[in-house]
């Protein structure tokens, strides 16, 4: 039902470069002109501040998407939309997450691999490909030399090889609005 105004927490999962930042970005410009508090959790910048402490390996991705899980949940019981864009690559973390709340959803943004390492926005997935030897190479890079569980759990699965990122947007606003 349209209209409740209670908070709630997306969990997005994806993996690099599937448009997760981007599409919570269009949602919240959406919901804010809707009159809703909306707060993003990149994953980038949190792990800038937040997370700084932490490096890749899985101990510490854990550690850095239930910090932000945290944060999430605390925002969405004061009412706000929160929308966390980081990979989350862990099915064990993201239900750690959903356990926290009745307000977790999980988010689920999708495109092939293949159509990822063309889009490749941030050069990353090029480096990830470089030999084990060659300076630049990124390692524990997910979805190339690590692991990324697809969802066994989702609320919403949301295709970026099919939908436009505008289109994309529009099903998570619709989503959060039903939800909220």
């Known amino acids: 039902?349209?209209?409740?105004?209670?908070?709630?927490?997306?969990?997005?999962?994806?993996?690099?470069?599937?448009?997760?930042?981007t599409i919570a970005q269009e949602t919240a410009l959406l919901l804010r002109k809707r009159g809703r508090k909306v707060e993003i959790i990149d994953g980038d910048y949190y792990r800038q501040?937040?997370?700084?402490?932490?490096?890749?390996?899985?101990?510490?991705?854990?550690?850095n998407i239930r910090r932000l899980g945290f944060v999430g949940n605390v925002l969405a019981k004061n009412g706000v939309v929160c929308i966390m864009a980081a990979i989350n690559p862990y099915e064990e973390i993201r239900r750690e997450l959903r356990l926290m709340g009745d307000a977790?959803?999980?988010?689920?943004?999708?495109a092939p691999l293949e159509l990822l390492k063309e889009r490749d926005p941030k050069g990353l997935?090029?480096?990830?490909?470089?030999?084990?030897?060659?300076?630049d190479k990124i390692k524990n890079f997910t979805g190339i030399s690590d692991p990324f569980d697809p969802p066994l759990v989702c609320d919403l699965?949301?295709?970026?090889?099919?939908?436009?990122?505008?289109?994309?947007a529009m099903k998570l606003y619709k989503f959060i609005m039903k939800n909220t």
């Open 104 to 110: 977790t959803k999980t988010v689920y943004v999708n």
């Open 49 to 63: 501040h937040l997370c700084k402490d932490l490096g890749f390996s899985k101990e510490d991705r854990n550690e």
């Open 125 to 135: 997935y090029a480096k990830a490909l470089l030999p084990d030897t060659h300076p």
């Open 157 to 168: 699965v949301i295709n970026t090889a099919k939908d436009s990122i505008k289109q994309s």
């Open 1 to 21: 039902m349209f209209g409740k105004k209670s908070g709630i927490f997306i969990q997005m999962t994806g993996l690099s470069g599937a448009g997760k930042s």
